[in-house]
């Protein structure tokens, strides 16, 4: 974002001496970039660099991993444990001990006095998976709240809940790897040069080598759709509509995959009457997109011999995200493109570790991809814990989406937060903020003490960040990779590992339990139970054969990894000379054989309706309003504000808008407007572009009381996860002087 500045001065990475690379892994976005960190004679972190020999990005990195290794020691750190009675008063330093034992007394007043659900914990998808699982067994095994829930929720239940219904289980089923072998690549609400700017890179390397149509479905004219052969710029929330029509178009052209249908579905004929209703003539008024190039886009989809979709937020973050993933899974199921080598429904994670949380911290169920509901499960976690299996609840409990609510209602009265920003990162912040205030107690856990949400917390716990500590990460392609331990925590923070472990403590059930006193030792746990069998066949999720030592030999490797394969590719490189890493692979796809770990077996078609349940522009709010991310920033800009060479490009809050709808409003470039909701306001600079649409405003999602003061958040009823980004807003005239004067105040940072 540039505003029109000519003489910007360039970033500049200076050269400093390196004396030793380390080994880690980017702590980001799901991309999974592996990278070395630069260490100087003295020990000091002085640089960072891609790892030439990682599959995932081989050599390269985006601005935020180029710029990570400063981030240890940027403005705002937790340096010690604070703690206050009151939210209004001020934070005081205060002892580890203190802090964990008022924690854990809080915890067990609350609990005793208002019954164990009434303390809530929420995490994130930013730890490593060692301490996901450990907080899970935490949680489930010693505080026993049935509240418990991660920020994803806000980016990626619905792949979760869309993954499940359609496959019977959560996990990606494809790869990068996939771009390379695709002869058609549709990609809905997803910007990945600027969201995934690696895995962009790989497929746009993919297609240099080898030319195949690329479709992408969004409402504006992001990078990603400049780059298209086809863009479809959809009307907001009406995905379901394109698919069914494209699927109309499909069955009744004969061009659906009929052997495959048959042979590893169920429901082909519900999904095939329905989508009788979504005649391309018929669905071009709802979807926006016209007849004709639905059936074009149709036709070049389902003749490809291999065929690939891949989508982010803009499927998500809706109230039918769940709806909108199961749809996808069914286009690409009719086509028999799933578990192919280029065909495949491929969910682009957001955070670095997203898929860890998924995979191991009990939030939605057991470690796992276990169910809270499967009694033979409950009782398998409980033995292989040490607890009563009556401990562990029987259904799953509130989604993080539906915390909040109850906290106002005065059912939640103690909540723990993790590493994540509600007061950022929630739809609808003024009522977030009411909600904080109401808690009687609060615990903010976060790298940084600066945090907004810390300005209600109680206690607050100073965390270490990335490379301070050690654990996995799993990235969008079910590739575990290792976070190496490079430096020391910083000032008097703590890995969040040793955080649970000593809360874990303070809880009576840790007596009969084990918390491993390393991250390898939860891992080691963590590959006992990824063995087995689910519905009869062997456990997707296998992790069994992994080791830290043989992922960095491997530069990460993916999901399932099963200990017998590890020991036939250990006797293979034993036999003729394979250098190690080239040996160690794990499943580049799941389900080749058609076979879904369903009861059945057959995965299932599920047919979609399209509800219009959005708030829509009207009258007194004409305007679409549109979030996202941008390439310099990632989430709440609790590190890349701080950084530099981030923030520089996008220092301040603004909105993209249409030239000509600000025209007829009489609004220039960079001046400074107030967008009004019915929930709240903001003000921002604008950006005049022709990527919007004329009655449609985007605006980054990072900043701080911005765009979520504005947004409504509905939510999808199986994954509870909030539309973000389907509501509307008006633009009114500000006082430009106090506006700067506002702008000013905000960028403290
Ligand atoms: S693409 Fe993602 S994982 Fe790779 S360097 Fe950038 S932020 Fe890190």
């Avoid at 990682?54 to 705002?76: M, Q, T, W, Y």
């Avoid at 990779?481 to 840790?510: G, T």
């Avoid at 506006?739 to 905000?746: C, D, P, Q």
């Amino acid at each position: 974002m540039l505003f029109g500045r000519k003489n910007r001065k360039p970033i500049t990475i200076p050269s400093k001496e390196v004396k030793e690379w380390k080994y880690t892994t980017c702590n980001y976005c799901s991309t999974g970039c592996s990278i070395e960190i630069g260490l100087s004679e003295d020990k000091k972190i002085v640089t960072t660099r891609g790892h030439a020999g990682a599959d995932v990005n081989r050599g390269k990195l985006c601005i935020k991993g180029l710029l990570e290794h400063e981030l240890f020691e940027s403005p705002g750190r937790g340096t010690e444990p604070l703690s206050r009675e009151k939210h209004f008063e001020k934070l005081e330093k205060t002892t580890w001990d203190n802090a964990l034992n008022t924690t854990a007394n809080k915890i067990k007043e609350i609990q005793e006095k208002y019954g164990k659900d009434a303390f809530a914990v929420i995490s994130t998808g930013q730890l490593v998976t060692e301490e996901f699982y450990t907080l899970g067994k935490l949680t489930r095994g010693c505080i026993g709240t049935n509240n418990y829930d991660g920020n994803t929720t806000l980016c990626m239940a619905s792949a979760v809940s869309g993954y499940k219904r359609t496959f019977g289980l959560d996990g990606p089923p494809g790869c990068y790897e996939d771009f390379e072998h695709t002869h058609c690549l549709m990609a809905f609400g997803s910007n990945l040069p600027e969201q995934h700017p690696i895995i962009y890179w790989r497929l746009k390397e993919a297609l240099e080598k080898r030319k195949f149509p690329l479709i992408v479905v969004d409402p504006r004219v992001t990078m990603f759709a400049q780059f298209a052969d086809i863009h479809l710029p959809i009307t907001p929330g009406t995905d379901c509509v394109l698919i069914n029509a494209m699927m109309f178009v499909i069955i009744n052209e004969g061009l659906q995959d009929q052997a495959y249908i048959d042979a590893s579905t169920q429901g082909f004929d519900e999904v095939k009457a329905l989508v009788q209703d979504y005649d391309p003539k018929t669905a071009q008024h709802i979807c926006g997109i016209d007849e004709d190039t639905i059936r074009n886009v149709a036709r070049i989809y389902a003749k490809a011999p291999s065929a690939m979709s891949i989508w982010t937020m803009g499927i998500n973050q809706s109230t039918h995200g769940s709806d909108g993933v199961a749809n996808i899974n069914n286009l690409n199921l009719i086509t028999g493109n799933i578990g192919i080598p280029g065909g495949t429904s491929l969910s682009i994670t957001g955070q670095c570790n997203a898929m860890g949380t998924r995979e191991w911290s009990s939030c939605s169920g057991l470690p796992g991809y276990r169910y809270l509901e499967n009694e033979d499960e409950r009782q398998e976690i409980a033995d292989f814990w040490g607890i009563d299996v009556d401990f562990l609840p029987k259904k799953r409990g509130l989604a993080q989406t539906d915390i909040f609510p109850v906290i106002e209602t005065g059912e939640i009265k103690g909540l723990w937060l993790v590493a994540t920003n509600p007061m950022t990162s929630m739809p609808n912040t003024a009522r977030i903020r009411k909600m904080l205030e109401k808690l009687e107690f609060l615990v903010v856990q976060d790298v940084y003490e600066d945090v907004e949400t810390n300005q209600y917390s109680h206690v607050y716990f100073p965390a270490s960040v990335w490379a301070e500590k050690q654990g996995c990460h799993t990235n969008t392609e079910r590739r575990v990779n290792l976070i190496d331990n490079v430096l020391p925590p910083y000032a008097n923070s703590k890995p969040d590992f040793w955080i649970f472990n000593q809360m874990a403590k303070r809880f009576e059930n840790s007596k009969t339990m084990n918390f491993p006193d390393e991250p390898e030792g939860a891992f080691n746990e963590m590959k006992e139970l990824s063995k087995g069998t689910h519905n009869g066949r062997p456990r997707t999720l296998d992790i069994s054969g992994m080791s830290y030592e043989k992922i960095i030999r491997a530069r990460g490797i993916q999901w399932p990894y099963r200990e017998d394969e590890s020991r036939e590719e250990e006797s293979r490189e034993a036999d003729d000379q394979t250098p190690a890493s080239a040996s160690l692979k794990g499943a580049q796809r799941l389900y080749s054989d058609g076979v879904f770990p369903t009861k059945s077996g057959k995965a299932n078609l599920i047919p979609v309706k399209f509800y219009n349940n959005n708030e829509q522009p009207c009258g007194e709010y004409p305007f679409w309003l549109n979030s996202g991310r941008v390439v310099e920033h990632f989430h709440t800009r609790t590190r890349t504000g701080k950084i530099g060479n981030c923030n520089k490009f996008s220092p301040t809050a603004y909105m993209e808008m249409n030239p000509d709808a600000a025209a007829d409003l009489g609004i220039t470039h960079q001046s400074y407007v107030r967008l009004t909701s019915r929930r709240g306001d903001a003000v921002v600079l604008v950006q005049l572009t022709q990527r919007v649409p004329r009655n449609m405003v985007f605006v980054p999602f990072h900043y701080h009381d911005c765009v979520n003061r504005l947004t409504l958040g509905l939510l999808d009823p199986h994954s509870r996860q909030p539309a973000f980004k389907q509501c509307s807003v008006r633009i009114e005239h500000v006082d430009q002087a106090e506006a700067a004067k506002l702008n000013v105040e905000r960028r403290s940072y």
